[in-house]
């Protein structure tokens, strides 16, 4: 049957009751109500599979836990599954003494004396009558008349009277008594109050506090919109005698979607209390939510005297007892309630967390509360265990703020307005393609790879280890142009090691910064032309990484020839993160040259060809020595060095290759060669501290193939011991000019290596002193002894004379 054009003909409208003086519109929420949860009757009963008395046991421990102080339990005469649970939560001690239990009865004495039976021995209960008194009910299925009906209220809450009394003598059980006329919203409102008044009189006995009567006044079945329920739950309040010794309940359901609102208004109207189901189960479309209601007064400031401050776990016992899903959009409790999809949600979430914490901090330092004040959530997602975690979600409706925002939070890292805008192509692009929701490691991954930020995302190019020097020259200085961002006066010099496609090349460049300089070397050695654009950095102060601040920086960079036109242009965008700011911005600024080479662009081999006009021989001979042999060879190591290899071309008349400069090395040096040492040769040595600032060094060594001696010396350190103690053997004076260490490898490999530059000085004939210098290099597990042998190393190079 199709729905009807003229609906009046079998629908009627309710009838508004006259309330011309009606209050309860200009009032306001002052307090919670007392609150019922009826979960376990009400509830339970409209479940297509009951529950367990297991499940009602947990479900009752959650409603405890969750501060519910009054709990319907069950309807004890129904079955004996019912009666035995109501048994069992008393006699096993589940009831904490300040928890009322309710149990439901009908007005019938066999059931009465059944459900009293039931919480005998308990500490308080709270026994719930119920009879028909609405028109339908009493006409067509009970065949009552108004007189018939108060009777057998009035009768049976006698009957209650006397067997609560009894229990209470016997058991001690103490007792409130609620009566609810049933269905009250579809009852003659004077009826109802009518027979409510009978029954306090059958009572006999409503006093003050905890000896007040509970009328339970139930919209059973909606069917009028909310501000109807308000005014009956007003005219009741006003009629009822003796207002002061009742409490006035609602019951509201929710056939018209409107039993919040009405619970709500009903309180204004003067109700005291109110039964409903946590996420609003209950017969067919629900009681009123009581976890809906509690989080509306939360919000208002007010305390709703319940906790639901881990509300995913409420969540997970409820439906697992109950076996009803809360749907997502449900309030408060849905799985996307705080979340953000599009993106100027997201960028107002963004900014108004941004500028909330602000806020706050002037809130603090002027003593005043911190109130919550945020674009899109009434609520603190953390007041209820919730992180912040599902805020902000990614689809193809999102925007850069939010992705932002993700980054901020996981990444701390706070990208400049131009890289946001970069990176949100990035998202889009594989959101696009995915057609799917990105998850936080998604974008996370994704800012890696685009960026190659983190060690597990290198780029073709990564540091290894620099060097930043002033120069301290007029001619460079004079011509030096300005570079944007890096107006020193100074110019800088790089020198460094940079992992190239896995192999290592030693590059030096200038500029009037650090970065620039870096450029300049990418430029000369690796023919990489690029421009800075944009610079930015600031501090990451993360508690999980202690006390020391990171510097995170941003770089956007030009092809070198667009660095002056419009920004339209390409450009790439890099990242680094580092304690040391320098370091930082060298590792932005590869970064971005990662991105702009991507994997296809080729880079320049190394090329050997030590003639003396090669501007960059020098480097790309140090690039060969780190890559075959793991050496970083001091800047003037690799001068002494180039000279060797130049002098070895110009002999052999030829180019020399990679492997004919690694030989021609290890020769030179003495380096990794079994080659047994001329001049001196150490047996063995030990090192002891003398006091705070003094070492002796003593041990064996031979001389000009001699008889090994002992001898010893002492000085600040373990090298200056050495020399001190080759001194007792040899004539005139060596000393350090340069020294240099770094660690080669990883883990248990690693690896010291070290560089010395040696001086000799002694009296030649015709006492004319004779100066002369030499290059020593050794590696050793043991840093020290590594230092000794890079001194003796170079000690053999050169022409030492012994003492007479
Ligand atoms: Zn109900």
Redesign the pocket.
């Known amino acids: 049957m199709p729905m009807l054009s003229e609906p009046s003909k079998k629908y009627r409208p309710y009838t508004p009751l006259n309330l011309p003086n009606r209050q309860w519109p200009s009032k306001t929420f002052t307090k919670a109500p007392i609150w019922l949860s009826t979960d376990l009757r ?1 509830g339970n009963q409209a479940l297509v599979n009951p529950m367990t008395i297991e499940q009602k046991t947990t479900f009752f421990r959650e409603l405890v836990k969750s501060s519910v102080k009054q709990i319907e339990v069950a309807y004890p005469s129904a079955s004996d599954t019912e009666f035995a649970f109501v048994r069992g939560l008393i006699e096993k001690n589940e009831i904490p003494d300040d928890v009322w239990i309710q149990v439901l009865t009908p007005a019938r004495e066999d059931l009465i004396r059944r459900t009293i039976d039931s919480v005998a021995g308990t500490k308080q209960a709270i026994l719930h009558m119920y009879n028909a008194t609405s028109p339908t009910f009493r006409s067509v299925v009970f065949r009552n008349s108004k007189e018939q009906t108060i009777d057998l209220a009035v009768k049976h809450t006698k009957l209650i009277r006397q067997l609560t009394e009894e229990c209470t003598t016997k058991h001690g059980t103490k007792f409130i008594y609620e009566y609810s006329p049933e269905t009250f919203t579809q009852t003659e409102p004077d009826f109802a109050i009518e027979i409510c008044e009978a029954v306090k009189n059958a009572w006999g006995k409503a006093g003050l506090g905890d000896e007040r009567i509970i009328f339970n006044l ?1 919209s ?1 079945v909606e069917i009028a919109p909310p501000n109807h329920y308000a005014d009956l739950i007003e005219n009741f309040c006003d009629k009822i005698s003796e207002r002061e010794k009742v409490i006035v309940s609602l ?1 509201p ?1 929710n056939d018209r979607g409107t039993g919040i609102a009405s619970a709500e208004l009903g309180v204004l109207g003067g109700g005291d209390r109110i039964e409903g189901c946590f996420f609003g189960n ?2 067919r479309t629900g ?1 009123v939510d009581l976890v809906n209601l509690a989080l509306n007064l939360y919000t208002q400031g007010i305390p709703p005297n319940l906790d639901f401050s881990d509300l995913q776990n409420t969540i997970d016992i409820v439906t697992a007892c109950n076996d009803l899903p809360v749907p997502a959009r449900y309030p408060y409790a849905g799985e996307l309630v705080f979340t953000a999809f599009s993106g100027s949600h997201q960028d107002a979430i963004k900014k108004g967390f941004e500028a909330q914490r602000l806020r706050h901090e002037e809130c603090i330092a002027k003593g005043e509360p911190q109130f919550w004040d945020m674009p899109y959530l009434p609520i603190d997602p953390a007041d209820l265990g919730q992180t912040y975690e599902a805020l902000i979600r990614v689809n193809s409706q999102s925007g850069k703020g939010g992705i932002a925002y993700l980054l901020k939070e996981h990444l701390h890292l706070d990208l400049p307005r131009k890289m946001q805008v970069a990176f949100y192509q990035v998202v889009q692009a594989v959101s696009d393609r995915e057609a799917r929701e990105m998850t936080v490691d998604d974008i996370t991954s994704a800012f890696r790879s685009a960026y190659h930020y983190g060690s597990a995302y290198k780029g073709r190019l990564s540091l290894r280890s620099f060097k930043i020097s002033p120069i301290n020259d007029e001619k460079s200085r004079a011509t030096g142009d300005t570079e944007s961002g890096e107006d020193d006066d100074i110019r800088r010099r790089f020198d460094g090691t940079v992992s190239v496609d896995g192999g290592y090349r030693v590059i030096r460049g200038q500029g009037n910064g650090p970065l620039s300089a870096l450029l300049d070397a990418l430029r000369t050695h690796l023919a990489l032309d690029f421009a800075i654009r944009e610079y930015s950095e600031h501090t990451i102060n993360d508690a999980d990484e202690g006390e020391n601040a990171r510097a995170a920086s941003y770089v956007e960079i030009v092809p070198a020839q667009n660095r002056k036109t419009t920004s339209t242009s390409q450009s790439w965008w890099g990242v680094g993160v580092d304690s040391d700011i320098a370091r930082s911005g060298l590792r932005a600024v590869l970064s971005a040259v990662n991105s702009a080479i991507g994997d296809g662009l080729e880079l320049p081999e190394l090329n050997i060809s030590p003639g003396f006009d090669s501007k960059s021989a020098q480097e790309d001979v140090a690039s060969v020595i780190v890559s075959q042999l793991g050496l970083e060879l001091p800047r003037r190591f690799q001068t002494a060095f180039f000279e060797v290899l130049q002098r070895k071309a110009l002999e052999i008349g030829n180019e020399i290759s990679v492997d004919g400069v690694t030989e021609l090395f290890k020769n030179t040096y003495n380096y990794q060669n079994d080659k047994a040492p001329t001049k001196v040769c150490m047996k063995s040595f030990k090192l002891d501290q003398l006091d705070a600032n003094r070492r002796a060094l003593s041990g064996s060594f031979a001389f000009f193939g001699g008889a090994p001696r002992s001898i010893s010396g002492s000085g600040n350190g373990p090298l200056s011991s050495l020399l001190s103690a080759l001194h007792s053997q040899i004539a005139g004076t060596l000393s350090i000019r340069d020294y240099w260490e770094h660690s080669i490898g990883e883990g248990s490999e690693v690896r010291a290596a070290s560089y010395v530059d040696l001086m000799y000085e002694v009296e030649g004939e015709s006492s004319k002193k004779v100066k002369s210098s030499a290059w020593g290099v050794a590696t050793d597990t043991d840093i020290t002894a590594s230092g000794v042998k890079a001194v003796l190393n170079a000690v053999n190079d050169l022409d030492v004379v012994l003492k007479n």
């Open positions: 009400d139930p059973t019951h359901h209950g017969e009681n």
